[in-house]
Nanobody
Framework: QVQLVESGGGLVQAGGSLRLSCSAS????????VAWFRQASKKEREFVAA????????YIADSVKGRFTISRDNAKNTVYLQMNSLKPEDTAAYYC??????????????WGQGTQVTVSS
């Protein structure tokens, strides 16, 4: 069993930066793909970024490419989402998800509770 806890969200002005963290319990986390998703009010959930178990491969959505990066530290059981040049349209609840079949099959078994990011104009 893996439990995920997101942190690092908050209120930031447009053009600012935030770093989200996804901290996990469970020894199997380091073998899982991890992704970040976001959901804005009244909108569908949107893929943001993913990283494979080793950190050797990353995938970034076109909407945030060049501004967001994903990384992980398996020794700390933590995945990070560095968000730069934030825009008001980045405002959303951000969720991390993990699972052994994430990147290849789009299946994420474990989900966190989310952290809110609000970008003011």
């Amino acid at each position: 069993q893996v439990q995920l806890v997101e942190s690092g969200g908050g209120l930031v002005q447009a053009g600012g930066s935030l770093r989200l963290s996804c901290s996990a319990s469970g020894r199997t986390f380091s073998s899982y793909d991890v992704a970040w998703f976001r959901q804005a009010s009244k909108k569908e959930r949107e893929f943001v970024a993913a990283i494979n178990w080793s950190g050797g491969s990353t995938y970034i959505a076109d909407s945030v490419k060049g501004r967001f990066t994903i990384s992980r530290d398996n020794a700390k059981n933590t995945v990070y989402l560095q968000m730069n040049s934030l825009k008001p349209e980045d405002t959303a609840a951000y969720y991390c998800a993990a699972g052994p079949r994430g990147i290849r099959y789009g299946e994420y078994t474990y989900w966190g509770q989310g952290t809110q990011v609000t970008v003011s104009s």
